[in-house]
Every structure is written in structure tokens, then in C-alpha cells.
């Protein structure tokens, strides 16, 4: 019998469908439940990707159930950039649930997430090794350890810090249930996964978008890496979003192409977005904000060094200015070497 919570979390519930009584996954598929639950499904990840969605309320165990199938057919996929989108996006909204329970939920969800935590007064302790393991996937400054209070090996959250780092641990129990064995169940909603499946090439259609005269092989690592994670539906941190927006717009992209490889981030809200760029270019702001140096791109953790040339420049501009100007010139001389002939 499941409790309450977990009924109310699925992705807590980690034994599905042997869980519920069913013997396997066989079992279930063959059952009485396996429509409502089909049905259930096919509305959290309409909703879930921003596509037409009926409404449909419907008892907790079949959205229960429904969430299970969900994933079961963003495995059978096996398509990365589903799975990540919908683990944002589920992890949210989750996120905002845990916000309003009692502290005793949040405890016993961060228990069966492998969370562990301690309560003390209004703070949440959780010890230093698991929370590098995930604020490193925040990145923002205010995660570092070094502005966190520490105590006993254990840093010290306030509720709202907590519930963040907790919706992290669903992120990746999302992602790491997708992955999962189970049978391949994606042939049993044809339409569903024909729309999922056109999600997917409109975000391979805006990686193949040519970037016109800049030159992507010019970038520095960090920005490569940062427009590579963009395109590849990864959640790249604000710290990040910010450093790669202004190195474009430096380089003189405007704002509609930014916005269009911002489109594949897992968490794209366009009215967001839009906003955030034009307040960083300048537009609608009084200040038009400039790249981080390398030393910033170092201390927000999105250096990835071992490029020589990194060790001799101190700004992402740079760097892209002589890989450019070293390119041109190796351009000319192949040219010159061509024109005199045999």
C-alpha cells in the first residue's frame, strides 16, 4: 500500500509497477488500469511539453499510474533532450508543491530522494558532500560553498534554499527512472510520440541554424561548451545563460537569433527569455552589460580550461579575436599558395 506521499510524488515511487500489486510491467500493461493510466499519461506530457491537452481530472492513482507511463515512454525513446526537458519541467512543478507542505514532508521526501537532512529550528543541514553534489548543478554564485554557513560539516539552508536543492534530487530521480530498464512501450501512442518526436527535430533544426558571419570554431571553450549545452536542451545555469548572451551579442548577433538558441534550454519560457535579453543587450535597460572576463567565467565554475590559449588571454573576446584573425591569415596564405599554380 503506498502512502499518501508517495501517491502524491510518484517519482518517489521507485518499485513501479510491482509497487501497486503487479507483477511486472507485463502484468500492468495487460491490466484493467493500463488505459486510464495511458490516458493520464499522454495529458502530463501534453502538458508537460506545451502541447494541446484536454483537461482531465482524474483520481490520484491514475495520475500516479499516468506519470510511470510517461516516463516508461520517454525511455522507450531514449531521446536525451526529452528526458532532460521533461525532468526540468516536472521537477518545477513538484517544486512548487513541496513549497506549501510541512516541514515533515519535505524531511521524508528528502529521505526517500537519499537526501539526507536534519532539522534544526527553521534551518536544514545537510552534509557538505551531497550538497556539492547538487548545487553544482545551480551554479550561481550564492550556491558556492564558501557563502554558505557551515556547521559540523553540514551546511545550513533556510526552507526556500532546501526545497531548491530538493527539487534538484527530482530532476535526477526523473531522469535516472526515464533511463531505467522497462519495455519499449512508445508503439502503443503513435500520435503522442509523432508530436514528441517533431519537439525534438525543431531543436535540431535551430542547432543546424547557420550563425552567419561569426565564427563558431573561433569561440572559446567555455562559450562553445555553453552554446553546445544551450542547443543540446541542457539546463545551462543563469550565470552561464547570462555570459553566452552577451559574447553574442558582443559579436553582433541580434536579439531574435539569441532567442531562438535559447529555445532548446529545458526550462524556455519565451516572455522570460525575451525579457532577460533585451534587459542584458540593452534594449529596454539602461546598461548593455559586457562579457565576463576569464577570471569571471573561472569563479562561476564555467571555465573548462586546457586550451593553451586560455593561458594567454584574459578575456573570451579576445581569445575570439585571434583565433579569428589566426584563421583569416592561414585563409590567405592557403589562398596564395593555390593562385601561384605548378
Known amino acids: 500500500m503506498l502512502s499518501d506521499t508517495v501517491r502524491k510524488y510518484p517519482f518517489l515511487d521507485d518499485a513501479f509497477p510491482v509497487s501497486l500489486g503487479f507483477r511486472d510491467w507485463g502484468d500492468f500493461l495487460d491490466s484493467a488500469d493500463f ?28 495520475l500516479h499510474e499516468g506519470f510511470h507511463v510517461a516516463v516508461r515512454i520517454l525511455g522507450s525513446l531514449s531521446d536525451e533532450f526529452l528526458i532532460r526537458r521533461f525532468s526540468v519541467r516536472e521537477s518545477k512543478k513538484y517544486s512548487r508543491m513541496l513549497e ?7 524531511l521524508s521526501v528528502a529521505e526517500r530522494l537519499g537526501l539526507p537532512v536534519e532539522r534544526d529550528g527553521t534551518g536544514y543541514l545537510v552534509p557538505v558532500p551531497r550538497y556539492l553534489m547538487l548545487s553544482r ?3 550561481d554564485p550564492s550556491w558556492y560553498l564558501v557563502n554558505q554557513e557551515l556547521r559540523s560539516g553540514r551546511v545550513v539552508l533556510d526552507r526556500g534554499r532546501f526545497v531548491r536543492l530538493l527539487e534538484v534530487s527530482v530532476m535526477l530521480r526523473i531522469e535516472s527512472l526515464a533511463r531505467g530498464e522497462g519495455p519499449d512501450i ?7 510520440v509523432s508530436e514528441l518526436m517533431a519537439i525534438r527535430e525543431e531543436a535540431r533544426r535551430r542547432f543546424r541554424t547557420p550563425m552567419g558571419r561569426i565564427d563558431f570554431d573561433a569561440f572559446p571553450p567555455c562559450m562553445k561548451s555553453l552554446l553546445n549545452d544551450l542547443r543540446a536542451g541542457k539546463n545551462v545555469p ?4 547570462f555570459a553566452i548572451v552577451t ?15 535559447m ?19 540593452g534594449k529596454i535597460s539602461a546598461k548593455e552589460y559586457a562579457v565576463p572576463k576569464c577570471a569571471t567565467m573561472l569563479a562561476y565554475g564555467l571555465c573548462p580550461k586546457g586550451d593553451p590559449l586560455c593561458d594567454r588571454v584574459k578575456h573570451p573576446l579576445q581569445y575570439y579575436r585571434i583565433k579569428r584573425s589566426s584563421a583569416s591569415g592561414r585563409g590567405s596564405r592557403t589562398s596564395g599558395r593555390r593562385s601561384r599554380g605548378p
Open 35 to 62: 488505459p486510464l493510466a495511458s490516458a493520464a499519461a499522454e495529458w502530463i506530457l501534453r502538458r508537460s511539453f506545451g502541447l494541446p491537452a484536454p483537461p482531465m481530472p482524474m483520481e490520484d492513482r491514475f
Open 100 to 106: 506549501l507542505e510541512p516541514y515533515q514532508v519535505l
Open 137 to 139: 548543478y545551480l551554479q
Open 186 to 192: 512508445s508503439g502503443l501512442f503513435p500520435d503522442l
Open 238 to 241: 543563469h550565470s552561464g545563460r
Open 247 to 261: 559574447f553574442l551579442h558582443a559579436l553582433g548577433m541580434e536579439n531574435e537569433q539569441i532567442l531562438e538558441l
Open 263 to 281: 529555445r532548446s534550454a529545458p526550462d524556455f519560457n519565451e516572455r522570460v527569455a525575451r525579457y532577460q535579453i533585451e534587459h542584458i543587450t
